[in-house]
């Protein structure tokens, strides 16, 4: 079912309005979507949206609340570009899904070269290039995702993952510490950033 930016972010308003307590509102659903006459979301709307779920995260008491924000701004990242950009990264993901890697890789690179600033397109082409062993591309297209969001917590986990593959176990510990910064209770994030650390310590800083 397709929704309109503005059902979007009053749903994720819905899931995130009550960020103290996420336990009391699970089970209310979400807001209504607006009429078909209903403005769209702007990109300023979003942007204000995801920065005050950023913060919502970083100060989030437990993992289960942090885990509930991060999903919402997850799903504001995919819907964040147009409609066309939104289309061609359900295509990917279908793609994706029955192994048509290089169908997937079509469709994400249309959406990237039809809206560059596309944050959520520049990582998932990231991904399919990282599952089809292109790591150099892969690299590149999430140092743009940082380029274009910083707090892209998927992106800086992906980039630390791959560094420490590499063998750039500074550099990766950089991309971990900032996620630690964006996402502190992100599941195992904590135990890969102290041996990031251990590691580094042993090759004498």
Known sequence: MKHSKAWLLAAVVAGCAAAPSFAQTAGRGLMAPPGPDAAPATPDQIHKLLAD???????????????????????????AGTDTSAVLLERASTALAQSKNDLALKFLTVAVELQPDFAEAWNQRAYVYYATNQ???????????LALDPNHFKALEGLSNILREQGQ????LTAMKKLLEVYPLAPGVKQAHDELVRDVEGQGI
């Not at 008491?61 to 919402?72: F, G, I, L, Q």
């Not at 790591?135 to 995702?145: C, P, T």
């Open 53 to 79: 779920m950023h913060a919502k995260l970083a100060a989030a008491p437990d993992a289960e609340t942090a885990a509930k924000v991060a999903a919402s701004i997850e799903r504001l990242w995919a819907h």
């Open 135 to 145: 790591i150099e591309r892969a690299v590149g297209d999430l140092r743009r995702v």
């Open 169 to 172: 176990k500074k550099a990766a």
